[in-house]
């Protein structure tokens, strides 16, 4: 979920189990959704996209769900490896703009 | 090369000094764009520039100046900053200043104002 303070939400699953991670956006507009994912020390890497129109797609591994009712969108990680731990964040952006809202994350540890 | 690199990686200045932080993109991208990422807050877009012209200026104090001189380079000119700048200054670009369009991100450059 959206950090909401001073502390990243954390999930912690166990290696091989499956991850969900939620955001909630904000704006009931936005079309374009993306997942980043930034480990220690590096920048933002994009994950998978997913346009409005859209209820779900799945990438390698990982699989994102849009339910526009209730403006949440959910990033799905299979059989998590400990590569997998990092801050993933949401990004939302409205239709005929370039600019992004940024969600501000939630941390996912790999338990061995 | 990986497609967006930023250097230095990491910087240490004074209030008193000017420094440059440097971007390059080899995804053949239009567009650039400057983000200030500090601790658990979400990314805040700085400027943004489209086939070397300047398109945005997100309210950024004067002391953080932008430059483009072609469509693969971006600089960000820094000068008398303060310590609440202290922060990680992430570039990213992506094809056009266009929707629908993912924004690819450099590793940053991590940067402490004495």
């Known amino acids: 979920g959206e950090s909401v303070g001073l502390h990243l939400p954390t999930l912690s699953v166990q290696e091989g189990d499956n991850s969900i991670i939620n955001c909630a956006y904000s704006?009931?507009?936005?079309?374009?959704f993306i997942w980043y994912k930034q480990e220690s020390g590096k920048g933002p890497q994009f994950i998978i996209d997913i346009r409005s129109n859209m209820d779900k797609r799945q990438g390698q591994r990982v699989t994102v769900l849009l339910n526009k009712t209730v403006k949440h969108l959910s990033l799905q990680i299979a059989a998590t490896q400990p590569g997998d731990s990092a801050v993933y964040f949401c990004a939302e952006q409205g239709r005929g703009t370039y600019k992004y809202i940024f969600g501000t994350g939630t941390r996912l540890k790999v338990l061995a | 090369e990986t497609g967006v690199t930023q250097t230095p990686r990491h910087l240490v200045m004074g209030m008193t000094n000017k420094k440059s932080l440097k971007c390059e993109q080899h995804?053949?991208?239009?567009?650039m764009y400057w983000y200030k990422q500090s601790a658990k807050k979400p990314l805040e877009l700085m400027f943004v520039?489209?086939?070397?012209?300047?398109?945005e200026n997100n309210s950024v104090p004067s002391r953080f100046s932008p430059e483009c001189p072609n469509s693969s380079h971006l600089f960000l000119h820094l000068h008398t900053l303060q310590p609440e700048d202290s922060a990680l200054y992430l570039c990213?670009?992506?094809?056009?200043?266009?929707?629908?369009?993912?924004?690819?991100f450099g590793d940053g450059t991590r940067l402490s104002i004495l």
């Open positions: 520039y489209s086939l070397e012209e300047r398109v």
């Open positions: 990213a670009s992506s094809q056009d200043r266009q929707s629908n369009q993912p924004q690819h």
């Open positions: 995804l053949g991208h239009n567009a």
């Open positions: 704006n009931s507009a936005s079309d374009y």
